[in-house]
């Protein structure tokens, strides 16, 4: 199993990359371990981690305040919280099935 995605109970623990200032927001695979997601948001006064919160809970379909930064703040390695997901993305879930093999 990847390193970058955990169970922990109900909840996932993420390690992730942060390319901010992208053209789009998407997950563009795995950088160093890490699940490397790009955002459009500028890595100016705290926009880019509101905006990585947002892009996570709506991928995982939780709301935005399930979703926590538990390490990283000011860094572009971070590890996320997501409380109560359900699921795992299909961006997400391709590349677990990818690394298995």
Same mark, same amino acid.
């Given at each position: 199993?990847?390193?970058f995605i955990?169970?922990?109970?109900e909840?996932?623990?993420?390690?992730?990359?942060?390319?901010p !200032?992208?053209?789009?927001?998407?997950i563009?695979?795995?950088?160093?371990?890490?699940? +490397?997601? #790009?955002?459009?948001?500028?890595?100016?006064?705290?926009?880019?981690?509101?905006?990585?919160? #947002?892009?996570?809970?709506?991928?995982?379909?939780?709301?935005?305040s399930?979703v926590?930064?538990l +390490? !990283?703040?000011?860094? #572009?390695?971070? #590890?996320?919280?997501v409380?109560?997901?359900k699921?795992i993305?299909?961006?997400?879930?391709?590349?677990?099935d990818?690394?298995?093999?």
């Amino acid at each position: 199993m990847s390193t970058f995605i955990r169970w922990q109970n109900e909840d996932i623990l993420l390690d992730c990359y942060i390319q901010p !200032g992208a053209k789009k927001d998407e997950i563009s695979g795995l950088f160093n371990e890490r699940l +490397k997601i #790009r955002i459009t948001a500028p890595p100016v006064d705290n926009k880019a981690n509101k905006h990585l919160l #947002r892009f996570v809970a709506k991928l995982f379909a939780v709301s935005p305040s399930r979703v926590s930064l538990l +390490k !990283g703040d000011t860094q #572009r390695n971070k #590890r996320l919280l997501v409380s109560g997901a359900k699921h795992i993305p299909p961006a997400i879930q391709s590349l677990l099935d990818e690394n298995a093999n």
